[in-house]
């Protein structure tokens, strides 16, 4: 048990490998399954463990230890994979994790400086004298002593506490400065419904949980088994249920299975070890891992990139269609947290949409009473969104429009789309013929760093109206300079209006993988998604009513095709 628990390093990706490279004592003990040694390069051995190791994607350093009642034993010490929360500490200050038995338990720690891994502060509680002395400095007893770090921490949290009000002031009047939005107070949790969820959900035996894969703010997913077959599990803690029912609400909703669109499983109740059970839902689970992380770790041909980019438009065109299928009823859905995070690789190289947790069912021609848990409560519902890199100008200075909010969603999403296809586009090999694409990064990495304040954000993207930088050589497919600048200009446009829908974009990317499949455009002018070069005649009709742009330039597309290519299957992402 103690070896499947002891990967909490072992976390998706997010950011590029660091300039500068962090040193960490890297040690794993005995019987522990897995191994983050490819997290860094091994340096060399000295007469004996621990060994040091050289970050490669991180500059944090993590530890794990197991305490007992009566000592500590380090468990694995190395890199992280990325610079999560908490890597800011210069010190091992560890914190409880899980108990692999009921006289043990877990502790870890992350921090940001060279060797921080090697010894920790303290463990509570106290270790005895058996506890091993390279491991750190132990508690003395003492009464007198023990009172004075109760103190103590007492002060640090009230001066922690202050500091994050004033902190929070100052960056109130620096966007009220600025002319951008002001920072809204977090919302309050939901009360739970009252009814006994516990009662309602089956426990499954058979149900192994492996190792955690992702950690976010209020859940934990977990690679596990089901009856043998792989599956991602996402755990929900006790003051999480309403936020578990309502996403597995818009998980059964009748028709939502598609190819492009992580599938759901079963609901149950469970958790790793004896800790209170939790809610779970049990997911399909695509071990390549997150869009994101795949992008970080390979570059890709022009097939390979635009299957990622269709199987993602088709995707989230699925999610925003209104449609009966077979006697079902299946509502337009806004995703609103569209992120490289949450979008996974399939094995075919294709993308499935993930994370449905601020997915909200859209107004359409039938909502049974049962898509409740799914509707928002209000216009600050409605507003909430995700990922704030990622989130449209519209969000980011409050002026969605609320008298058709279902429509503004679905144009929030198209933007969030533009940014993930710019990042799919940027490590396409063929579209840098003179040269290797650069090392991944996100969406206005490059121009405000790994993590942007609100305040720049809106400046950036409201006020200058600037996005990520689409470079010249990306005309290397087609004689009009500005194809594929167009298409990500159509979607990521400052007016929501005039933006594409995601069933254009994916009408806009199936051109470009089948040209040969493009018919003339009728005389007359029929609406339709905007042709990749109308002078040219060159589109394909369609029922879709979309914003159309004249184009100013005569241009010929050209495509490369290996013997493989075809059209994929619409795809889902997301880190489930």
């Known amino acids: 048990m103690l070896g499947t628990l002891g990967l909490w390093a072992l976390l998706p990706a997010t950011v590029q490998a660091p300039p500068s490279r962090r040193t960490c004592v890297f040690f794993e003990a005995p019987g522990v399954r897995g191994s983050t040694k490819t997290l860094g390069k ?29 000592r500590a034993q380090v468990e694995m010490q190395g890199c992280r994979d990325s610079d999560e929360p908490g890597c800011e500490s210069p010190h091992c200050d560890p914190s409880p994790r899980a108990h692999p038995s009921p006289v043990s338990t877990l502790f870890t720690c992350s921090c940001g400086t060279d060797f921080c891994n090697a010894n920790y502060s303290h463990l509570p ?11 750190g400095p132990q508690a003395v007893p003492g009464e007198s002593i023990w009172m004075a770090q109760v103190l103590l921490g007492l002060f640090l949290f009230l001066l922690l506490l202050l500091s994050s009000i004033i902190v929070a002031l100052l960056q109130r009047k620096a966007c009220r400065v600025q002319g951008g939005p002001e920072p809204e107070p977090e919302p309050e949790p939901e009360p739970d419904s009252g009814r006994n969820w516990s009662a309602e959900l089956p426990e499954l035996p058979e149900l192994c949980f492996s190792q ?43 028709g939502l299975q598609h190819d492009h669109i992580v599938r759901f499983i079963t609901a149950s109740r469970g ?21 994101c992380h795949y992008l970080i770790q390979h570059t890709s041909d022009w097939e390979s990139s635009l299957r990622m980019a269709l199987s993602l438009a088709q995707g989230l065109a699925f999610l ?88 503004a969603l679905r144009r929030a999403d198209v933007y969030s789309l533009a940014l993930l296809l710019w990042e799919i586009l940027s ?12 090392p991944f990064q996100l969406a206005y990495e490059a121009e405000l760093g790994s993590s942007p304040t609100t305040c720049e954000l809106w400046t950036l993207a409201v006020e200058e109206r600037r996005r990520p930088h689409v470079p010249s050589t990306w005309s290397c497919f087609a004689t009009d300079p500005g194809g594929l600048r167009e298409l990500l ?52 009709p369609l029922p879709t009513i979309c914003p159309y742009k004249p184009r100013l330039s005569v241009c010929h597309v050209i495509v490369q095709q290996g013997p493989s290519s075809r059209n994929p299957q619409p795809c889902t992402a997301s880190h489930v």
Not at 56 to 69: A, D, E, P, R, V
Not at 273 to 285: A, M, N, R, T, W
Not at 388 to 405: G, I
Not at 510 to 528: K, M, V, Y
Request: hydrophobic share 35%.
């Open 42 to 70: 091994l340096l060399d051995a000295g007469p004996g463990p621990p060994r040091g190791i050289r970050c490669l994607y991180s500059h944090c350093c993590f530890g794990i230890w197991n305490l007992t009642q009566d």
């Open 125 to 135: 509680p106290p270790g005895s004298p058996g506890t091993p002395a390279s491991q």
């Open 212 to 254: 955690v894969i992702r950690e976010g703010d209020h859940t934990v997913v977990w690679a596990g088994q089901l009856q043998g077959k792989l599956v991602a599990i996402k755990a929900f803690p006790l003051k999480a249920v309403a936020q578990f029912q309502a996403e597995r609400a818009l998980y059964e909703l009748p």
């Open 271 to 291: 958790g790793p070890g004896p800790l209170p059970c939790g809610p779970l839902l049990v997911l399909e689970l695509h071990p390549k891992g997150s869009l």
């Open 320 to 407: 925003h269609e209104e449609r009966w299928q077979d006697g079902q009823y299946k509502p337009g859905i806004a995703h609103r947290d569209l992120s490289s995070q949450n979008v996974l690789i399939r094995d075919d190289g294709s993308c499935a949409i993930g994370d449905l947790g601020l997915a909200l069912v859209l107004p359409g021609l039938a909502q049974p009473p049962t898509w409740a848990p799914t509707q928002p409560r209000g216009p600050a519902a409605i507003m909430e969104a995700g990922t704030q890199r990622y989130m449209a100008p519209e969000l980011l200075d409050k002026t969605l429009d609320l008298q058709d909010w279902g429509t």
């Open 427 to 438: 490590r396409c090999a063929d579209l840098y013929p003179d040269s290797s694409p650069p």
């Open 489 to 540: 200009e159509d979607c990521w446009d400052a007016d929501p209006e005039a933006r594409l829908t995601a069933a254009c974009v994916q009408q806009r990317l199936a051109a470009l993988t089948h040209p040969q499949e493009a018919r003339p455009f009728p005389e007359g002018g029929l609406r339709g998604c905007p042709p990749l070069c109308p002078e040219d005649g060159l589109s394909i």
